[in-house]
């Protein structure tokens, strides 16, 4: 049998791809390895769009700090609250070194720096 990763729903393994979340199945063996994979793993950040989220991904990336992007926004319906944020997960074990990088990069000050550069 066959799994929908988003979604759960199973589907015989002639079926390829979930008709409901448009995204390629997988077997059990594979998300019961992705769901141990990523089952200690903590929030860190929650952006509010994309582009944000995936510039904070980049930051810790290049802090070597694994991280994943766990998008809960409908593109149907803009939600409020927990259900339209976009989350940063990291593993618990990097967490300190993760909030560290984020506090830097929310202080860094893009006009001082250009200042900086510029002399203005």
Same mark, same amino acid.
């Given at each position: ?41 903590? #929030?860190?950040?929650? @952006?509010? &769009?994309?582009?944000?989220? *995936?510039?904070?991904?980049? /930051?810790?990336? $290049? ?37 560290? #990088?984020?506090?830097? @990069?929310? &202080?860094?000050?893009?006009? *001082?720096?250009?200042?900086? /550069?510029?002399? $203005?």
């Amino acid at each position: 049998m066959n799994i929908c990763p988003e979604c759960g729903c199973e589907y015989k393994d002639s079926v390829t791809k979930c008709p409901d979340c448009d995204v390629l199945l997988v077997t059990k063996k594979q998300k019961e390895e992705k769901d141990r994979r990523y089952k200690n793993w903590e #929030v860190v950040y929650t @952006a509010g &769009s994309n582009y944000e989220a *995936e510039m904070m991904r980049t /930051n810790l990336e $290049s802090a070597n700090i694994e991280c994943v992007i766990l998008n809960q926004k409908d593109r149907s319906f803009q939600l409020d609250g927990d259900l339209g944020i976009i989350k940063i997960l990291v593993p618990i074990d990097k967490v300190s070194d993760a909030l560290v #990088v984020i506090e830097n @990069a929310e &202080s860094f000050d893009d006009d *001082e720096e250009i200042e900086d /550069n510029f002399g $203005s």
